[in-house]
């Protein structure tokens, strides 16, 4: 007999107590009874139960006593409370005071069974979802990873290679199309490094016009050009001991790739209308979303400095190519979002998770944070609906996608469609996984396979 098996029964009525013991030790249960809270107390402390069935009106303790006197430091039980007096105030005030499920007296006993079911069904869920977050804290647990969600296998792997690569300081270059997350990379670089404690500046090399560009690198010396009235460090320098992050690098202008070649080469710098150079210790990061190597075949690039830059290559995949990561980063999204806008969303719709892991994301990322976010704005209820992405892009759009799809006027054709469609992706985004992707498409694990019998 398994822990998880384990039940106690709590009622005042001998009758009761006997009955409920049958019928459950049948359904293979292995159970303990108490007269009342007093002595169920007693004996949860000693060995705690995963299911407790609780009456709700007993002698010297009774069932809302007990539920309020449980020890919040040990794992909480599932309580199904039971009464034959009960009232919706009753109730209420046992859900809010802990209890699982609430039903009344009398019941057959197949309702006992099913709530006992739904019951261990939670239980096995509760202890997958602390699995996976395990996994999850495992890869991204370690300082500098903590906002980078890497689930799926691809992102698992990167993760892995990134850690190794933060302990030397050889230079990296990230690639991955825009709003995948590579500056979380390189910030999770440096914070796994030797140089965790010093600074970490980070550029946008197409953000600051040209002639600005070199006096910003490098530093300028007092009179060096008009409005040059004292001397500046420039960020390599403000980097030193650190590590400094070039993002958009194809974007260099090809008079300062020169420069920065000699940087990397000599590690040093010399300041804008300076004669003297400046010995630097920077490690450099560089990012883009740029095919370079046609940068460099199309001439607006230099061959030798993508040598010194791509010493090690991290490719971050677009988020449509490691889609198992999106539920997680709903998740995660949905926290940063309560917290910021003060709102009280638990999750996204199972519906309206199927439409996101259909969309492609060319804005990857950053384009599934704003669409949450706008989502999040039209919520009327505490979850994300399918209705709330639609009123966030448009309907027109998802109207279209809908005729393209379905490409029929029968709903029992559609019917199918859809169900098959929905599975596949489920299967798709869970990796395979059956019992996750019978509890995204909140059906039972048999209903499942014999729908992948019947569409797949």
Not at 325 to 333: A, S
Request: glycine share 6%.
């Amino acid at each position: 007999m398994t822990d998880k098996k384990r039940l106690l029964i709590i009622d005042d009525e001998e009758n009761m107590r006997h009955m409920l013991s049958v019928v459950t030790s049948k359904a293979g249960y292995q159970v303990t009874m108490a007269e009342n809270g007093e002595q169920a107390l007693a004996i949860q402390k000693k060995a705690p139960f995963p299911f407790i069935l609780c009456d709700l009106k007993m002698p010297k303790m009774d069932g809302l006593q007990f539920l309020k006197a449980l020890d919040n430091d040990v794992p909480q039980p599932l309580i199904i409370m039971m009464s034959a007096y009960a009232t919706i105030d009753d109730a209420v005030e046992a859900m809010k005071s802990g209890a699982y499920d609430f039903i009344t007296k009398p019941f057959k006993t197949a309702e006992i069974l099913l709530a006992l079911e739904k019951a261990n069904a939670h239980l096995e869920l509760q202890k997958e979802n602390i699995r996976l977050k395990a996994q999850v804290e495992e890869l991204q647990g370690t300082d500098g990873f903590q906002e980078i969600i890497a689930h799926s296998g691809s992102m698992r792997s990167l993760l892995k290679l990134t850690k190794k690569v933060a302990q030397y300081d050889t230079t990296v270059l990230v690639t991955g199309e825009s709003g995948t997350g590579k500056e979380l990379i390189a910030k999770g670089i440096h914070q796994n490094s030797a140089r965790k404690d010093k600074p970490f500046i980070a550029i946008n090399c197409g953000s600051i016009p040209e002639n600005l560009l070199e006096s910003e690198f490098f530093g300028y010396v007092k009179g060096a050009f008009t409005g040059a009235d004292h001397d500046r460090k420039g960020l390599f320098e403000e980097a030193d001991s650190g590590t400094i992050f070039l993002d958009e690098i194809g974007e260099l202008p090809f008079g300062l790739q020169v420069k920065l070649l000699r940087v990397l080469q000599e590690n040093e710098i010399r300041p804008v209308g300076s004669v003297k150079s400046r010995k630097i210790n920077a490690r450099v990061i560089t990012a883009t979303a740029r095919d370079m190597d046609q940068e460099v075949s199309e001439g607006r690039f230099r061959e030798d400095l993508l040598y010194r830059l791509n010493v090690l290559t991290l490719h971050l995949p677009p988020l449509r190519e490691r889609k198992e990561d999106i539920p997680h980063l709903c998740e995660h999204f949905l926290a940063m979002l309560n917290k910021k806008m003060n709102l009280s969303i638990t999750r996204v719709s199972s519906e309206a998770m199927g439409i996101l892991l259909g969309q492609e994301w060319k804005g990857n990322i950053r384009e599934l944070k704003n669409c949450l976010e706008r989502a999040a704005v039209m919520a009327e209820t505490d979850q994300i609906l399918a209705d709330d992405l639609s009123a966030s892009h448009g309907k027109s759009a998802a109207d279209r996608q809908i005729n393209e799809m379905l490409g029929t006027f029968s709903l029992k054709q559609a019917k199918k469609i859809i169900e098959k469609k929905l599975i596949t992706r489920a299967l798709e985004a869970s990796n395979g996984n059956k019992s996750m992707a019978a509890r995204m498409l909140e059906i039972s694990y048999p209903s499942l396979l014999a729908k992948i019998k019947e569409y797949l």
